[in-house]
């Protein structure tokens, strides 16, 4: 089974942009709350501390599913493979579960840096691989390139935010998508809409919006620093949202409200 797909994996915690005792506690709150996978980058700058966060927590190795990602800096024969022995020495593991390409690269040659995770893999590095931001027409492409299947491309995805192409793409290839920017760094909150159908169950607004993802078949990627916020994102198992209130959701997404848009650093690509 897909590693994001299973039970305690469904709702990932994010540690983007957390550094220091603020990252560290948040991540003790996460695991004492139940979150069991964790998201971190090259690029974020907080391996280490997030491998020291999670080895700090008494939770067994085994039990938890690390994800990091490549800086497209390293997508080079040169350096891609020492980057991720310099990421496992920092979270201090033999090995991630999952490893991502954070960005396709700024050529569009998805080809060559897809060929070095596969070797990644291939050398245990890493127990499953995946991108991060690619289209829906990399998502097509990378499927003839590599032949490790690649578990996810994890990609903005909130009800501001129409991902329909996306969503057929992962259908379609059999690459699964997973969030970020689940609430759209708190954009969601301008929308009555979300603490309106709270109300019939008895949930926040937060709840909602993260269970209309879930329900969209999507794992969750959720960063919070307050405990309280850490919890209640981590509560959505226990209601599902009906038909006519996921297609209320999903009239939403004809907002068009992106946080990450092209051009904001090299390699956002031309979004479908
Ligand atoms: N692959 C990529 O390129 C990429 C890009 C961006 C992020 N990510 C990953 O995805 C994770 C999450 O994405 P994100 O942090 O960019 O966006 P996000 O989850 O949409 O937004 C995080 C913000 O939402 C607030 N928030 C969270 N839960 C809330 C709640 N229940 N009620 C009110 N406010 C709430 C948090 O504020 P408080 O702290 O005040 O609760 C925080 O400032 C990151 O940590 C990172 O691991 C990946």
């Known amino acids: 089974m ?24 948040a991540v003790h709150t996460a695991i004492a709350v139940g979150y069991r996978a964790f998201d971190t980058a090259q690029m974020y700058g907080n391996e280490a501390e997030t491998g020291e966060a999670l080895a700090s927590s008494g939770v067994a190795r085994d039990d938890l599913c690390i994800t990091t990602k490549i800086d497209p800096d390293n997508y080079t024969a040169e350096k891609f493979l020492p980057s991720v022995e310099a990421s496992l020495r920092a979270i201090k593991v033999d090995r991630v579960d999952v490893l991502l390409l954070h960005w396709p690269p700024a050529d569009g040659d998805i080809a060559p840096a897809l060929r070095l995770m596969q070797t990644a893999h291939d050398k245990g590095l890493a127990g499953a691989i995946g991108v991060s931001n690619y289209t829906a027409g990399m998502m097509r492409e990378a499927r003839t390139i590599v032949d490790v299947p690649l578990v996810t491309n994890q990609v903005e995805f909130h009800p501001l935010l129409d991902q329909s192409k996306l969503l057929a793409a992962a259908s379609e290839t059999g690459i699964p998508l997973s969030s970020y920017a689940s609430v759209a760094r708190g954009e ?36 919070s620093t307050k405990a309280a916020n850490i919890r209640s994102n981590f509560e959505i198992m226990d209601f599902t949202l009906s038909f006519v209130d996921m297609d209320r959701i999903d009239a939403l997404t004809a907002t068009g409200h992106r946080i990450i848009k092209t051009g904001m650093l090299p390699w956002v690509p031309e979004w479908d």
């Not at 897909?2 to 506690?25: A, C, M, V």
């Not at 979300?194 to 960063?223: C, D, H």
């Open 2 to 25: 897909n590693i994001y797909f299973q039970k305690s994996f469904q709702r990932g915690f994010g540690t983007y942009p957390l550094k220091g005792s603020e990252l560290q506690d």
């Open 188 to 223: 969601v909150f301008k929308h009555g809409l979300f603490a309106e159908i709270g109300e019939a169950y008895g949930k926040s607004a937060a709840q909602i919006v993260l269970r209309w993802i879930l329900q969209k078949g999507v794992p969750l990627n959720t960063m």
